[in-house]
């Protein structure tokens, strides 16, 4: 095995600034072995990309190599293809029946009147007052369901995110488990609901006619959902810093053409999007740079150092807004990349040129990580809009 490498991604530094240990990583070590995650670690673009592309060699099923997968975790993220096939078709027929346009106008109305009450506040904290409620309104809307209690809400997905780190703190485990059985107990109370147009009425008018398992549905309905207001919530975190820290990224933006915005959107996500790695497991013994992988080890994809490679992307440490081709993994690669990617997108561009059009946004104290390795995102970010 490859010598041991200091790695910490719960560190306070990591959790401040992860690019410049990425970057050593991708120099000195590109695969090395992780003994608290018990996982081979990848940085480099090609290799991560490689493997999420591979799911023949790297699977994300851990079933394909005997390990077992309880009945509440089966879902479309944790099963492979052929099983996936017609689940994933039935989510994608589902997201590209809703119109794009009228979703990003959506998000525009609700954003803006937000930005409106918050104008009129000296200080106030950008991941509760436009973060959270603004993922968690799009996704109901997107979905066609009641947007869920938000506080209640906030609360189980970041039991979700914090399970994902179980490799790193396994006392997590429980709370997590637990969030999962929540969401699941909220994709049967939509069941009971009236029925309203959007993605949930599809998944549910259309799986019916599938030949798959039913749990493999109904888990996959609540995944999705948390799938999208995880992701947009740290998102719109994240993305509010960087824009807040670069000034003059935002100035670049102000009447910025469809084309550049578009562009723009892209890159700040492969600047700081939120997903930092994913896994997936060896399904044969395989080589990557001299090591051998044995069938059954866990392999550990660092999208976010992969988005930083400079054998990929000139000046990979700077935002360039028309940056083309912009091939990153910040939506995940290959048969399990991201469903709604589209979506994000859309909802992402909506909030930065709302934010071009606010009064400046600026700090009003410490910004407070969230103690979280998976997925990158925030606590708290004290801030107010100044004319
Ligand atoms: C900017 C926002 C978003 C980002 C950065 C993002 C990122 C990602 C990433 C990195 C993956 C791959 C995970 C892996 O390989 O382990 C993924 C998968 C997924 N995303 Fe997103 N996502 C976003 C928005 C959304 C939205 C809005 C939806 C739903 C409407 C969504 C639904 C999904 C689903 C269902 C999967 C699982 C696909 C599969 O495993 O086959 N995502 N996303």
Redesign the pocket.
Known sequence: MSTAVEYDPLSPEMLANPYPQYARFRRTAPIFWHEGMKSWVLSRYQDCRDV?RDNDTFA?DRRRVGAELPEFLQN???IDPPD?GPL?SV?MNA?RSQDLDTAGAQAREQITGIFADLARRERFDWIKEVAAPVALTI?SH??GVQRPDLQWYVKLSDSIARRMDIGLRPERAAVGNDARTQLNSLVDQWYAAERRPG?FATIRETAGQLQVPPHYVHN?AG???N??YG??F??VSNIALTLIERPETLNALRGADRKLLDSATDEL?RFE???QG??RVATERTVIHGTTIERGQIVLTL?ASANRDETEFTRPDELVLDRSPNRH?????????????A???V??RELILCLTEAPRLRLAGTPVRRTTATVRSLDSLPVSFTA
Do not use: D
Request: overall charge positive.
């Open positions: 999420l994300r479309i993220q944790t996936q994933k989510l997201l996704t997107l979905f993605v996959t995944v999705m959902f799938a999208s992701t947009l740290a998102t996500i999007g939120p997903a994913t896994s999208m993994l910040s939506f995940g690669w290959g048969v399990h990349g991201c469903l709604g990617a979506f994000g997108r909802a992402v």
